[in-house]
């Protein structure tokens, strides 16, 4: 079972309801964005620019399997 942080955990299961979020350009030191950043390094998420300043952040396969198995029954 992975081991995930708080703040991951949080996120991941936010687009396991959701399906995808939007997220507002800001800086990169922010705790959403530094938390992003970490589960799209570990293949968790995708972030694609829709427009200037604006990104979606979807679930992907192995990050959908990583938040289930970490998820309580």
Do not use: F, N, Y
């Amino acid at each position: 079972m992975p081991h995930l942080l708080p703040q991951q955990q949080l996120v991941l299961e936010l687009l396991r309801m959701s399906g995808d979020i939007g997220v507002t350009e800001q800086r990169q030191e922010t705790i959403l964005w530094r938390t992003v950043s970490e589960c799209r390094a570990k293949g968790w998420i995708t972030v694609s620019q829709v427009s200037p300043g604006v990104h979606s952040v979807a679930l992907t396969q192995l990050g959908r399997r990583t938040v289930e198995s970490a998820s309580p029954e």
